[in-house]
């Protein structure tokens, strides 16, 4: 299944950026568009991430949200949350990595979908906000070019539809002679030069 590995090398992309990320950049303000919490840390977005790692499993399973309750509510990082996370991202790619269905319906909080589907959604979610973390924090970095590749792939056909859905801002001119990952980053909105040390 390519969103398997679609999903595999994304969230592996978002990992290695937030294993970048020292205790004190953690206090940091975020992006407000990054999440709809009100002046939101770069804790508040690890926060984010460790709770869509932590839903894999029981989405995977077929669980509804009402199914689930408020499990995953709360503080999920704890004192150390760049370790928790890691914890939380190994168990969701040992869920990921088994055997399933990419037909199978899961249910998501904006609506049931093939399990292919939503492993695509989340993929595209994670290669981005691991670029985008990096670029803000001012970290160098630039995503695997496999990934490069496979977004690519996922994302061509369909970028014009998603933009109409809100999934992606307008597309941003890049330079003519920008490398392949920052023509895409340009085609789905997200490129931007400058970072939080600028």
């Known amino acids: 299944m390519e969103q398997r590995e679609l999903f ?3 969230d592996a992309a978002l990992r290695s950026v937030i294993d970048r990320i020292t205790p004190e950049q953690l206090s940091l303000p975020a992006p407000a568009d990054w999440t709809s919490k009100e002046n939101p840390t770069i804790r508040d977005i690890l926060a984010a991430h460790a709770r869509d790692e932590a839903w894999v499993g029981d989405v995977l399973a077929g669980r509804t949200i009402e199914e689930v309750g408020d499990r995953f509510n709360g503080d999920l990082l704890g004192s150390d949350p760049i370790a928790s996370y890691d914890r939380i991202n ?12 990419p037909a199978a319906i899961v249910h998501l909080q904006y609506g049931d979908y093939p399990l292919a589907e939503y492993l695509q959604h989340t993929s595209i979610y994670r290669a981005f906000q691991a670029w985008s973390i990096a670029n803000y924090l001012g970290l160098e970095y630039a995503l695997p070019a496999s990934l490069v590749d496979l977004l690519w792939e996922q994302i061509l056909p369909q970028v014009d539809e998603w933009r109409q859905y809100g999934v992606f801002p307008p597309a941003v001119e890049v330079p003519a002679d920008a490398d392949k990952e920052t023509r895409l980053l340009g085609m789905t909105g997200f490129w931007k030069p400058t970072s939080i040390t600028d």
């Open 8 to 10: 595999l090398q994304s």
């Open 90 to 101: 190994d168990e969701a790619t040992a869920v990921v990595l088994q055997d399933h269905d």
